[in-house]
């Protein structure tokens, strides 16, 4: 068989099993079917599709590198989750969604790292099991495991009948936790070369804390020039000097400035696709470029998209920005489900090694360690917060933790710390990516199956955020005989912020960069936007 050949029976299997996906998804949203959630049946039809693959001899060009995971799938998704955002309920939220997606990730990493470490120590771990670096690579399992991937938990969510704060929490902390989990990772990579040990651990958290906010800085810089960028273009189209020859209020070649502004119009280029190209390949220069300086593309890109739905977006026409919301969406759609269906052909098509003693533990490990950071972030959280989590939250909370395809592109990528005939360093170590993929398939199987019905047991479904907030002041006041409608919650002080902030950006960023300049009095809300959105589309769709 020509390898032409062999490589289009390849694209065509992946190409069907990504179809079948969709129409499934299409199915399951229909008929609203929450005990099988989106990422649960690209899993199963995965699985299928790896057994066929088996049969066609198609085993090791299935398995695609890390690379194209983390530089082609991971980008479209993280991208459309900044520009996406509701930006007022994140940064509403954004001391809590740091606790968990930043502390958080650090006390999970340690937790399952020490956990693991201990097993292998008692050699209910085989050391042959593991790689050059034991120690290190326990702690580079920690951090890969404690990156939770709760798309599928948000996709049963977003069916579901959530309380607000719950869903902004949640997705908050999913964004940010893959880009601290794989900041953490590389960390902790760049210092196998030296003798790694406990006293690394501080060292690690402050290079991990610098990261963080250089891919912060590079992510909004890139951004911001491209949204200064398309201002000066937008400027430049709307002015309509550029219509006529000279500049001047007089009619040209026998026309009026009128009918000679018309007749260039007709005879202009539309800037939809050119607008259009700046946002996407802006979002993805920010990715590379932090990547070059050895920053996180991922947090780069995030925060870009986020400057880019606040900048750029109000630069743009009105077809471009339909269009670029609509293009990031699909984007990210694909490349989700795929990642879920990709981790199910690996199920079917790897070689696997097996640990018992990592196959066993890593459940409960995964598990306890989550436990670990969200009882002490939440505590934590509700010290310093006037609007309380209630219990049943911070429950909620423990089981959406979710890992998924970060956590195994991650692992994959493990320095093995061998060396190979050639002399390059050793890629992989077999029985913990078995045993992480196996973490992987059982908690979106089992967790994000049952997401909806824990979510009416908790009795959270239907619930409003003043509910929530009225729970957890009863839960943090058990002997209060003050009754519930007597509560009073805070919600001034994050209203004094976004106000002061929005003065300065109308008044400073905004003139330079662009952007919807809103008036004092307008306080229109993430939800009101989305509305807006709609209607635009809906009046472009119809013009067309």
Known sequence: MSESSYVSEELTVVWLLLIAVVVATYLIHSYKITLLPPSSSALLLGVFFGILSRVAGLIHTLRFSPAAFFYAFLPPIVSAAGFTLKKRSFFDNIGAILTYAVLGTFVSAVTFGLGTYILVLLHIISPTSMG????????MYGAAISSIDPVATLAVLAQSNTPPILYNLVFGESVLNDAVAIVLF??????????FSVGTIPAVFFRFFFLLVGSLVV???????????LKRFNEYYSNPDRWTKSGHEASTDGLSVSENQEHHKEQSIDPTVYEMSIVIMGSYLAYLVAEVVGMSGIVAL????ICHSHYSYYN??????VSIRRLFEVGAFLCELFVFAYLGLQVATMSHSLDFGLLFSGIPFAIGSRLAMIIPCTKL????????????????MWAVGLRGAVAYGLVVNMPSGEKKEDGAAGIGIPAIETATLLIAVTSSL???STTG?????????????????????EDAHPDSLQTQSDAQFDTESSLKIHQRFKEFDNSMLKPIFGGRIQPEEDCMSDHQEEEVCLSETKNIRTAA
């Open 302 to 305: 995030f925060f870009s998209g």
């Open 316 to 321: 743009i026409s009105d077809e471009a920005q």
């Open 381 to 396: 959280i509700n010290r310093y917060r006037k609007n309380k989590l209630p219990v049943n939250m911070m429950r909620m």
């Open 186 to 195: 590389h960390s902790i990579e760049s210092s196998l070369g030296s003798s």
């Open 446 to 448: 089992a967790l994000g």
């Open 132 to 139: 050059a670096a034991p120690f290190a690579e326990c702690f």
């Open 453 to 473: 019905p824990l979510l009416r047991y908790l009795g959270l479904e239907g619930k409003s955020d003043a509910e929530i907030y009225t729970q957890g002041w």
């Open 219 to 229: 992510g909004t810089g890139v951004a911001l020039a491209c949204a200064f960028l």
